[in-house]
């Protein structure tokens, strides 16, 4: 979702090329620290700024602006991911709950 708004905002359109380069070093660099913490705080904010690393490295962008992008991932990754964990969890809650009442009935 993030590459796909970035890419409309930024190019005008969706291409193959533009998710390898923007959300693959993301997904790439959450993995890996997902596999090393299992945490979603470290997971999330090393994750993604390793990801930013990566593809800073891999398109050649060494500019401030970096870190805008740095921010903007950190802060769009992190409030979607949170909304995922919370209303999975609600979603796992209100099913065990249910699950429960039906029976006992």
């Known amino acids: ?4 708004i970035g890419q409309l905002a930024h190019d005008h359109h969706v291409s193959a090329g533009g998710y390898a380069a923007d959300a693959l070093p993301l997904v790439a660099g959450w993995l890996a620290f997902a596999a090393l913490t299992r945490r979603f705080l470290p997971t999330w904010l090393g994750g ?5 690393a990566i593809r800073m490295v891999a ?6 602006n970096e870190l805008a992008f740095l921010a903007v991932a950190l802060a769009f990754v992190g409030l979607v991911a949170f909304l995922v964990v919370a209303l999975v969890g609600r979603a ?3 099913a065990a709950g ?8």
Do not use: I
Request: aromatic letters at 20%; proline letters at 0%.
């Open 1 to 4: 979702m993030f590459a796909t």
């Open 48 to 52: 993604v700024t390793l990801g930013v």
């Open 59 to 64: 398109l050649g962008h060494y500019r401030w």
């Open 92 to 94: 796992t809650r209100f």
């Open 98 to 105: 249910r699950w429960r009442s039906t029976t006992l009935v």
